[in-house]
C-alpha cells in the first residue's frame, strides 16, 4: 500500500505554468507506476498522464501532450506534473494514483490521493 498526497494547485491566468507534486509514503515508491487524472466540473475523470518505475515511455493524453509533463523523483518519493501553456479548460481537481501493476500505461491503478483544485481563468 501507498499513501498519496497532492500539492501545488492554485488559480492562475490562461498561459501561466504551474507544477504539481504527489508525495508518497513507503520506501518502496520506486516499485510503483504512477499516473495523473483530472476531473473537470460536470464532467468525466480524465486520465492525463503515467510514468513507470524506470520512467521509459511515459503516457501523455493527447490534450496535454504537447504541454505537460510528467516526472518523478525517487529518492525524494514524489511524482511531477509539469504543466505550461494553462488553458482555461485545464481546469479541474488533478489526482494522482499509483499501481504495481503492468496496466498502467491504460489507466488502471489502485491507490488515489485526495486530489488538487486548479482554476486557470482571466
Known amino acids: 500500500q501507498v499513501q498519496l498526497v497532492e500539492s501545488g494547485g492554485g488559480l492562475v491566468q490562461p498561459g501561466d505554468s504551474l507544477r504539481l507534486s504527489c508525495a508518497a509514503s513507503?520506501?518502496?515508491?520506486?516499485?510503483?507506476?504512477m499516473g495523473w487524472f483530472r476531473q473537470a466540473p460536470g464532467k468525466e475523470r480524465e486520465y492525463i498522464a503515467g510514468i513507470s518505475w524506470s520512467q521509459d515511455m511515459p503516457y501523455y493524453l493527447d490534450s496535454v501532450k504537447a504541454r505537460f509533463t510528467i516526472s518523478r523523483d525517487n529518492a525524494k518519493n514524489t511524482v511531477y506534473l509539469q504543466m505550461n501553456s494553462l488553458k482555461p479548460e485545464d481546469t479541474a481537481v488533478y489526482y494522482c494514483?499509483?499501481?504495481?501493476?503492468?496496466?498502467?500505461?491504460?489507466?488502471?491503478?489502485?491507490?488515489w490521493g485526495q486530489g488538487t483544485q486548479v482554476i486557470v481563468s482571466s
Open positions: 513507503g520506501r518502496t515508491f520506486s516499485d510503483y507506476a
Open positions: 494514483a499509483a499501481t504495481l501493476a503492468s496496466s498502467w500505461y491504460g489507466g488502471v491503478y489502485d491507490y
